[in-house]
């Protein structure tokens, strides 16, 4: 239960478009991959988060360089911040439970902060329907020379 | 067509050729071929093919529900073949070339 409410909340990281479309589709899949393994769910999660923040950084860059510049700094700062957070609770965890659980509630309050801070952030959030000369470019998430 | 078919694109079409899969299906038959290379992650599985069904390489079809996974079937194209089948022989070629040269070397090396 808490995978599934760990994978649809990376999927925050996605523009809303892509994650409505996509969404079920890919939750099922992450879970599917990582079958019972803690290690290979996480590593799952990672790496969608990260191909949803490229998603959305993607949408930023066509609005403009001064704009990207802010959500590359802003970015920045959220992941500087996201880092010591990780570290301050994955020591709180050892120090008061040895709840192997405990590394998924660290794993997930970090995501709830990089994603509600993303989510906050004047750039690089959803802009509402896509205009259909983007269209092509938002379901271009990344070409198959980029990936891997 | 300027696509450039990395391994895990490479892989994740050629898991195609024999019918429609899914997602998780296709990220199977892709580490299968490869012999465990290539091991697609969800977000890079998608990412890819997003911009193979954008490049018309793939289609899409309806999704569907089994066992409570929520699934979407995807087929190799006409042109997404026939890419792949660029590739392939590009790769063949290249493979060829390389090993006629390293055959050359070694007689020249013992001769």
């Known amino acids: ?148 | 067509m300027v696509v450039e078919l990395r391994p895990p694109s490479y892989f994740a079409l050629a898991a195609l050729i024999d019918g429609p899969l899914h997602g998780y299906a296709i990220a199977q038959r892709a580490r299968e071929l490869s012999d465990g290379r290539v091991r697609l992650s969800t977000g890079t599985l998608y990412a890819l093919l997003e911009r193979a069904v954008a490049e018309s390489l793939v289609t899409a079809g309806e999704p569907y529900v089994v066992d409570g996974r929520h699934r979407r079937d995807y087929a190799l194209t006409a042109s997404g073949r026939a890419l792949l089948e660029e590739e392939a022989n590009h790769l063949a070629h290249a493979a060829r070339t390389v090993t006629s040269r390293l055959r050359a070397s070694a007689r020249a090396v013992t001769a």
Do not use: N
């Open chain 1, 1 to 148: 239960m808490i995978r599934e409410s760990l994978s649809r909340l990376a999927l925050r990281a996605y523009p809303r478009e892509l994650a409505r479309s996509r969404g079920a589709e890919m939750q099922s899949t992450v879970l599917d991959m990582s079958g019972p393994s803690r290690l290979a769910f996480v590593r799952e999660l990672g790496f969608l988060v990260f191909c949803g923040l490229r998603e959305r950084s993607r949408m930023t860059a066509r609005s403009g360089r001064r704009q990207l510049t802010t959500d590359a700094c802003s970015g920045a700062l959220i992941l500087f911040l996201a880092v010591p957070l990780w570290g301050m609770l994955s020591r709180f965890g050892t120090s008061t439970m040895r709840d192997g659980k405990w590394s998924l509630i660290v794993l997930g309050v970090c995501l709830v902060f990089v994603l509600a801070a993303r989510g906050l952030q004047p750039v690089g959030r959803d802009r509402g329907p896509v205009r259909p000369r983007d269209r092509r470019d938002h379901h271009g998430v990344a070409g198959p020379a980029d990936v891997g």
